[in-house]
């Protein structure tokens, strides 16, 4: 019995984890470099320097951020995690490429796709079939540029982990943060919802 939910504990706790970087880069990932000036986290600063697609109502009163990595497990166990609140909160989705080159570049495909949230759903699908996600596409030097961008801004807020996940709690104003994997209740206890 004892053996069994510690195995299970385990279990969850790898699941609720995150990603810090592609092999021998973990736990760099939320380093500034020499040279670099960190930033203090608000949603005010990434609302101007990120760049990423929305998913729920445009007009929703509480926007929540998160910075993902397309290759991360985690930021898709986020992603499913996240589809029952978008009727509640406006998500921004803000890619990196913290964990190879195929990050960058599927991250740039997903912004310069026709519908993001579409483009985001086949590349989870393909990503959970274990097809490796979907591919550059037509994804422009601007597009990879905004990777590059929001790499950097997550780097100057000293973050360690995808999915990182940023906002205001809706009952005190309060800045909430987390770094990994969340389950539904848990984003709804995050954001007071």
Same mark, same amino acid.
């Not at 801004?153 to 973050?159: C, T």
């Given at each position: ?6 195995s299970?504990?385990?279990? !969850?706790?790898?699941?609720?984890a995150?990603?810090?970087?592609a /092999?021998? $880069?973990?736990? #760099?990932?939320?380093?500034?470099? !020499?040279?670099?000036?960190?930033? %203090?986290?608000s949603t005010?600063? *990434?609302? @101007?320097?990120? &760049?990423?697609? @929305?998913?729920? /109502? ?10 993902? =990595? ?8 986020l992603?499913?995690? %996240?589809?029952p609140?978008?009727?509640?909160? #406006? ?6 490429g913290?964990?190879?080159?195929? +990050? ?9 796709a026709?519908?993001?949230? !579409? %483009?985001? =759903?086949?590349?989870? %699908? +393909?990503m959970?079939?274990?097809?490796g996600? *979907?591919? !550059?596409?037509?994804? $422009? =030097?601007?597009?990879?540029a905004?990777?590059t961008?929001? $790499?950097a ?7 360690t982990?995808? /999915? $990182? *996940?940023? @906002?205001?709690? +809706?009952?005190? &104003?309060?800045?909430? @943060?987390?770094? &990994?994997?969340?389950?539904s ?8 919802l």
């Open positions: 019995m004892k053996k069994h939910f510690l299970a504990a385990l279990m !969850a706790s790898a699941l609720l995150g990603c810090n970087g /092999p021998g $880069t973990a736990g #760099k990932a939320g380093k500034t470099g !020499a040279g670099s000036e960190s930033l %203090a986290v005010a600063a *990434i609302a @101007s320097e990120a &760049g990423g697609f @929305s998913v729920g /109502p445009t007009m929703a009163a509480r926007t929540v951020y998160v910075f993902f =990595d397309p290759q991360c497990p985690h930021c898709s166990e992603w499913r995690n %996240a589809k609140l978008n009727t509640k909160v #406006k998500f921004v989705w803000i890619p990196v913290l964990m190879g080159p195929s +990050s960058s570049a599927q991250g740039a495909s997903l912004l310069a026709a519908d993001p949230v !579409a %483009a985001m =759903d086949e590349h989870e %699908a +393909s959970t079939a274990k097809r996600g *979907i591919g !550059a596409g037509n994804a $422009t =030097d601007a597009h990879k905004t990777v961008k929001n $790499t801004l997550f780097n100057r807020f000293g973050f982990s995808v /999915p $990182t *996940i940023v @906002s205001t709690h +809706s009952q005190t &104003g309060a800045l909430v @943060s987390n770094q &990994g994997s969340m389950t209740a848990g984003l709804n206890g995050l954001l007071g």
